[in-house]
């Protein structure tokens, strides 16, 4: 009985702990950074007018990317905006090669979009590496 009784606290402490986050978070107006980045490639076929090649291509790279991201969650703080830079510039450079210019601007601007929206962008910021 006792040993369910710490297991109730803890989870509870635990509970409240994160609620108390999730609200200084809002009252600090920092955007909390969402590391499951995954692209639709079906849409982004459909909106960049992909050929077969190039759908294999981007898709490799949007995995790629993902993943990489998503291993951003268990790097060091200081070290997460330059390899989160390292990510964006293998992904951009996977894109450039094998995308026209009309299609890279497009992509281009969905990779911003999309970074905002996750919170990713905040990352390039702090280590200076964002263009302003």
Do not use: W
């Amino acid at each position: 009985m006792k040993k369910m009784i710490i297991a109730v606290a803890a989870i509870m402490m635990a509970a409240a702990n994160i609620n108390a986050q999730e609200k200084l978070d809002t009252v600090n107006n920092v955007t909390p950074i969402n590391y499951d980045f995954n692209i639709n490639m079906r849409s982004l076929s459909r909106y960049l007018n992909l050929s077969a090649d190039q759908m294999d291509v981007m898709g490799y790279a949007s995995d790629n990317f993902g993943y990489s991201v998503k291993r951003l969650e268990r790097t060091k703080v200081e070290k997460r905006g330059a390899r989160m830079q390292k990510a964006l510039n293998i992904n951009l450079a996977f894109a450039h090669k094998y995308l026209d210019e009309v299609q890279y601007r497009k992509y281009l601007a969905l990779m911003n979009n999309s970074l905002r929206n996750k919170g990713l962008d905040n990352l390039l910021k702090e280590e200076g590496l964002a263009s302003k």
